[in-house]
T-cell receptor
Framework: DTAVSQTPKYLVTQMGNDKSIKCEQN?????MYWYKQDSKKFLKIMFS???????INETVPNRFSPKSPDKAHLNLHINSLELGDSAVYFC?????????????FGNGTRLTVT | KQEVTQIPAALSVPEGENLVLNCSFT??????LQWFRQDPGKGLTSLLL?????REQTSGRLNASLDKSSGRSTLYIAASQPGDSATYLC????????????FGTGTRLTIIP
């Protein structure tokens, strides 16, 4: 009964490839996020979607494109992978408008680009 | 631009001791502050959320305080246990309902049995 689930857990790929990470939440939340955690464990937001609408888009290369087919899913597609994309990517969700509700995180996808 | 700092980066204490983790932020215009726990290979688990109008929140052996004017928060853990070993992160949400959380770099806590 995982609340926020990401697949795959590990992803190893070569430079230049295109890959996708999937995220699903069964909490009924309207808002979903993608965060990137670098090698120094620093977490930074990349995107936020509210009921399939993009509301936050930080300074992220155009190679990263989020896609939300419905409010329970937020997938992350990455084109032309680079070495610097290696990191752990976390999906999260929260209720819409509930500014004082905590985020619920998935277990992360460790991406390694060789 | 909000910056969140957590010192120390790592902390080891014997089992049973009480301890305090620190978090400081540069912009006091926050909506709330959250403390999370991250276990190796896992996502973040929310521990406590303090609204900007609150001074502290308690959950079991955990107590979080907030001094918004000075830009500081502490997480107090009483009677530490080996299972408390993890990385603890604080994050602040900007004012006016800004959806974005700014995270600190975390404190890696090790409880020595």
């Amino acid at each position: 009964d995982t609340a926020v689930s990401q697949t795959p857990k590990y992803l190893v790929t070569q430079m230049g490839n295109d890959k996708s990470i999937k995220c699903e939440q069964n909490l009924g939340h309207d808002t979903m996020y993608w965060y990137k955690q670098d090698s120094k464990k620093f977490l930074k937001i990349m995107f936020s979607y509210n009921n399939k609408e993009l509301i936050i888009n930080e300074t992220v290369p155009n190679r990263f494109s989020p896609k939300s087919p419905d409010k329970a899913h937020l997938n992350l597609h990455i084109n032309s992978l680079e070495l610097g994309d290696s990191a752990v990517y976390f999906c999260a969700s929260s209720p819409r408008g509930a500014y004082n509700s905590p985020l619920h995180f998935g277990n992360g996808t460790r991406l390694t680009v060789t | 631009k909000q910056e969140v700092t957590q010192i120390p980066a790592a902390l080891s204490v014997p089992e049973g001791e009480n301890l305090v983790l620190n978090c400081s932020f540069t912009d006091s215009a926050i909506y709330n502050l959250q403390w999370f726990r991250q276990d190796p290979g896992k996502g973040l688990t929310s521990l406590l959320l303090i609204q900007s109008s609150q001074r502290e929140q308690t959950s079991g052996r955990l107590n979080a305080s907030l001094d918004k004017s000075s830009g500081r928060s502490t997480l107090y853990i009483a009677a530490s246990q080996p299972g408390d070993s993890a990385t603890y992160l604080c994050a602040v949400k900007g004012d006016f309902g800004n959806e974005k959380l700014t995270f600190g770099t975390g404190t890696r806590l090790t409880i020595i049995p």
